[in-house]
Nanobody, 120 residues
Framework: QAQVQESGGGLVQAGGSLRLSCAASGSIFSMNVMGWYRQAPGKQRVLVAA???????HYAASVKGRFTISRDNAKNTVYLQMNSLKPEDTAVYYC??????????????WGQGTQVTVSS
């Protein structure tokens, strides 16, 4: 069964940087749009960034200019470079495959995610 594994989270001070990684099984990665999502305590999970097979990218307004999504098809991995982190970026970050670019429908079961905590 296709699945993803997120890593790279941690505790960082405001203004710092982290790089998240999401390793996906080849069967899903090569065919699909990949997205990074986050869920803060008491809030719904929301899309942070997405990248298509062709490299088109989309960012939530709250992270545009600070976060960069990229993918390495040879390694079946998608990354999220997070710079200038703010306390409001604190959340559990997840990745998933989208049914199509910016589709609200995701294709995989949600993994455990990776915790990002930004201290002020």
């Amino acid at each position: 069964q296709a699945q993803v594994q997120e890593s790279g989270g941690g505790l960082v001070q405001a203004g710092g940087s982290l790089r998240l990684s999401c390793a996906a099984s080849g069967s899903i990665f090569s065919m699909n749009v990949m997205g990074w999502y986050r869920q803060a305590p008491g809030k719904q999970r929301v899309l942070v960034a997405a990248i298509s097979n062709g490299g088109s990218t989309h960012y939530a307004a709250s992270v545009k200019g600070r976060f960069t999504i990229s993918r390495d098809n040879a390694k079946n991995t998608v990354y999220l470079q997070m710079n200038s982190l703010k306390p409001e970026d604190t959340a559990v970050y997840y990745c998933n495959a989208q049914a199509y670019y910016l589709s609200p429908t995701t294709l995989l079961s949600w993994g455990q995610g990776t915790q990002v905590t930004v201290s002020s």
